[in-house]
Structures are given as C-alpha cells and as structure tokens.
C-alpha cells in the first residue's frame, strides 16, 4: 500500500472518530404551550374526566389508590404523546407500580409505541416518570381494526402495585399531553368522530287522565268495560259455568213415573 493511501485512510479513520465523539443531542421533552392555564382538578371516571388540551399542564394533589381520568380531542394527523411525573412527598414502606393508559372514544385501550408506561418507583424514589407515545391518528380504519380514529381520547392513571400502609398517602401528578401535527395524512374522511353519548335524553312526562279523557272525549260504548279486565272474564266464567250446571242436571235427572 502506498503512502497517500495510507495517509488517506488514517484521515478518514481520524473524521469517523471526531464524528464519534461527537454526542448526539437528545430529543427535546414536551413543554407547555406558552400562556396554557393549567388543570388542577381530575376526573374519577370516563363520564367524568377532566377535559384538557395538547400542550395544557396538569397539576393535581391525590392519594395513592385514585384513578385519575383526563380527555382530550385528537385529529386526523396528529400524534399524541403523554408525559406524567408521581412525585412522593411523604416516606414510604415499599416499592410501588405505576401505570398510564389511553382509551380512545369507544373505550378501546391504544397501545404505546414508547415511553414508560408501567414503571416502578423504589421506596426510597422521591418521583416517578411516566410516559406513552401514540400512534397516528388515522382519518378511516377498517371496521375490524383498533387503528386510532379522530375523537375523544381518555388518559388513566392508577397504581398497580404497592404496599397496603402506603395506600391514601398524598401525591403530586403532573401530566401533559403534547400533539405533532406534522405526519402525513391518509386519504380518507370518518363519519362521525368517536366520541360517546355521555347525554341522557329528556323524561316524558305522562298526561293525567283526566286530561287525556277530556281530549278523547266520552262516546256511547266508552262505558264498558275492557275485554282484558280480569272481572270480565271471571264473569263469562260464571256464566259458562251455570250453563253447564244446568245441562248437566238435565241430562242426568230420571224421569218420574206414572
């Protein structure tokens, strides 16, 4: 091998380490949108969750033990990431696991493509971290697949595992839910978005009959009675009864003698 080529090779071997050396810069955490009011409160239920928006923090006080529910609207296009942090103020006996889950308008658990979605917290931890990555929203799916859909999303978060003595110890949540709007989108156009009807209708109330007689007013057979009456029927019964009382003697009584 000649000395230029050696020469060059060493100074290709050189730039492959410098680029080596060279640390990658991590992918930026979610942060809250600027001028976002944060949600102090959430839900226990899905009738229940606390609606909130991408990019709007959430900070909560709870106990250990409670489900805490949020929703949020998501559009074709968009790929929704969940961050949330358990910090522990007071001292526990043992480890304890936690989880996050999301379920779209239909109440079907979405898998999470990353993050840390069930992660467990030593007792000595001050803090948890949580998090789960979604797919894409898709604008149609196939009736039989769980593809995510536009609609009402609902995010749960719960422990799993933990001693009995820490069960009620307080807790501090914060999540947040960041949207990206940049992927593609598929041709398509869904109906109607997967949200369900949490709005029970309206009570009739019924019409006095009074009212209703007045109304229909009274003809000449309106006095009878009706056939589905059960006095109607014991009536007949009698009747039939006596007739075949008085058959009966007929046909069984002798005839007198001269």
């Known amino acids: 091998m000649s000395t ?3 020469r060059t090779a060493a100074a290709l071997t050189a730039a492959g380490l410098v680029l080596l050396a060279v640390p990658v810069p991590a992918q930026a955490a979610p942060t809250p949108s600027p001028g976002a009011t944060p949600v102090t409160r959430a839900g226990t239920s899905f009738l229940t969750a606390t609606g909130i928006a ?3 923090p959430v900070r909560v006080d709870a106990a250990t033990g409670d489900y805490l529910y949020w929703s949020f609207p998501a559009a074709a296009g968009e790929r929704h990431e969940i961050t949330a942090t358990v910090s522990f103020p ?3 006996t043992g480890p304890s696991t936690w989880t996050v889950e999301v379920f ?10 990353a993050g840390a979605q069930t992660p467990t917290a030593d007792a000595s931890a001050t803090s948890v971290a949580l998090g789960c990555a979604l797919r894409q929203v898709r604008s149609w799916a196939e009736p039989w697949s769980a593809d995510p ?5 609902y995010v749960r978060l719960s422990v799993t595992e933990l001693p ?3 069960l009620g110890l307080p807790v501090d949540v914060e999540l947040l839910v960041s949207a990206d709007a940049s992927g593609s989108r598929d041709d398509g156009e ?6 369900p009807n949490t709005k029970a209708g309206a009570v009739l109330n019924a019409e006095p009959v009074a009212q209703q007689e007045e109304e229909n007013g009274t003809g000449f057979f309106d006095w009878l009675p009706d056939l589905g009456s059960r006095w109607v029927w014991s009536a007949i019964g ?6 075949a009382g008085v058959v009966g003697f007929a046909l069984t009584r002798r005839p007198r003698r001269p």
């Open 104 to 113: 779209d308008g239909l109440r079907r658990r979405q898998s999470c493509t």
């Open 190 to 195: 869904l109906k109607a978005p997967l949200v």
């Open 164 to 166: 009995e003595a820490d």
């Open 4 to 6: 230029p080529t050696i």
């Open 54 to 56: 991408a990019g709007q």
């Open 90 to 92: 007071d001292s526990r």
């Open 238 to 243: 009698g009747v039939l009864a006596a007739v």
């Open 149 to 153: 859909l536009p609609g009402t999303y």
